[in-house]
């Protein structure tokens, strides 16, 4: 079983308050505990695959100035037995006042973001980016062209990402666009060598085409997303507990066997188990898919038509499975960024090919896997607790 969602909610918790340009010192009389300051009542975190930013929630006793010293952007560290589980930024605070029974209930919720989601706040305008990344281009098209020329040069996903997470930060320099977004980031987190986990062997197949086209506003995963289809690749918050860091990670799905025996796994005592739940159904199914590779010489409708007349020397790009008899025609149709410049390990069209496979091998198998649901009880006795189990880890 893949942990896609973990949610916890559970005891023994330290939380700490940082201003937003203060990573070193917590903010006096905004730090949380079972032995000191008390007034903490509940708390919860959330991530999950496919979500760049994962979610935290805190409930407090609003004694003293508590509600006037949290602010919006303050950093917010959480702590289960001393491991650092999850780092967030506040966004949102919440005082709530009401009678019961003749006494008066007060309550002051917290709630945010994890740091990593930050990065989904990372806005540039690309009407404002001549003179940015290109030596003074004057031009907004020939930036386009400077950039999609970098990127053509990077071999890994790595290097895409930092290429054009430098861009953005660049960009956000020369013109003040959401600079504070990635100083928080990096004051908390350190360079992006430290927050994105990636893997060095994911290779680029093919070559980058441009990826600005038709957008004058832009966020940093929107453009990311272009790049490495959410169909293929993971992408999601973590926290390494130990670099006490979050961290965002982009994988390749588990599409086989040997993928998800890669997978770390943690192996649960069946007496923290409470409850559990399998499903199997056939709600969500598809039958047909194909992976079109933008700026192919033949546009995707084309080739669409090409392939279902079965034209002499067209290549079939689609991919079918036998679930197409039951459940007739459910596509799973994905686009991503490149062009043929003949640099490429594998040619444009075996590249859509073989993601169209990869679709296939997992996506066409979604009605007979089983999906469900553990939970856990987080206690236990000094010395037997349960160990922390990330996001991602097979179990």
């Keep these: 079983m893949n942990s896609k969602n973990i949610f916890y909610n559970r005891p023994q918790p330290r ?35 496919g979500n760049t930013e994962g979610s935290f929630s805190l409930t407090f006793h609003p004694i003293g100035d508590i509600f006037s010293k949290i602010e919006k952007l303050q950093i917010v560290k959480i702590y289960e037995k001393e491991v650092l589980v999850f780092v967030g930024v506040v966004r949102t605070k919440q005082y709530t006042a009401s009678m019961s029974g003749g006494s008066l209930n007060r309550v002051l919720k917290v709630s945010g973001h994890s740091l990593i989601g930050l990065i989904n706040r990372f806005y540039i305008s690309l009407d ?14 020939a930036l386009k062209n400077r950039f999609t020329s970098d990127l053509s040069k990077k071999d890994t996903m790595r290097e895409v990402l930092e290429a054009v ?42 070559p980058l085409g441009s990826v600005f086209n038709e957008y004058s506003t832009l966020d940093f995963f929107s453009l990311i997303n272009r790049l490495i289809p959410t169909e293929l690749y993971e992408k999601y918050a973590y926290i390494d507990t130990i670099e006490g860091n979050m961290r965002l990670r982009i994988r390749e799905v588990p599409f086989g ?20 739940s399998l499903t199997e159904t056939d709600n969500e199914v598809y039958t ?18 090409l392939n279902a007349q079965k034209i002499k020397g067209s290549t079939e790009t689609k991919v ?22 003949g640099k490429a390990n594998i040619t444009p069209v075996e590249s ?21 649901s553990l939970l856990l009880s987080a206690g236990g006795e000094p010395g037997e607790e349960m160990e922390f189990i990330n996001v991602g880890e097979r179990i």
């Design 128 to 141: 404002l980016t001549a003179c940015v990344l290109t030596d003074k281009l004057q031009t907004q098209s």
């Design 257 to 276: 066997a040997s993928s998800w025996a890669g997978l770390k796994k943690s192996v649960i005592n069946p007496l923290f188990v409470k409850s559990v």
């Design 15 to 49: 939380v700490e308050f940082y201003a937003k340009d203060n990573p070193y010192a917590a903010i006096q009389g905004l730090n949380f505990n079972l032995t000191g300051n008390t007034s903490l009542l509940a708390y919860s975190f959330t991530n999950q695959i």
């Design 288 to 305: 047909v898919f194909n992976a079109y590779l933008n700026g192919y010489p033949l546009e995707e409708q084309r080739l669409q038509v």
């Design 320 to 341: 079918y499975t036998d679930g197409f008899k039951t459940y007739g025609y459910r596509p799973l149709f994905i686009s991503f960024y490149g062009y043929d410049s």
């Design 165 to 206: 997470w430098t861009g953005f930060k660049n960009i956000a320099k020369s013109y003040e666009q959401t600079p504070e977004v990635w100083e928080i980031l990096e004051d908390f987190s350190g360079s992006s060598d430290r927050f994105f986990d990636i893997s060095d062997s994911l290779k680029l197949g093919y």
């Design 352 to 372: 859509m090919i073989d993601a169209g496979n990869k679709l296939k091998s997992y996506y066409g198998r979604l009605q007979d896997m089983l999906k469900g």
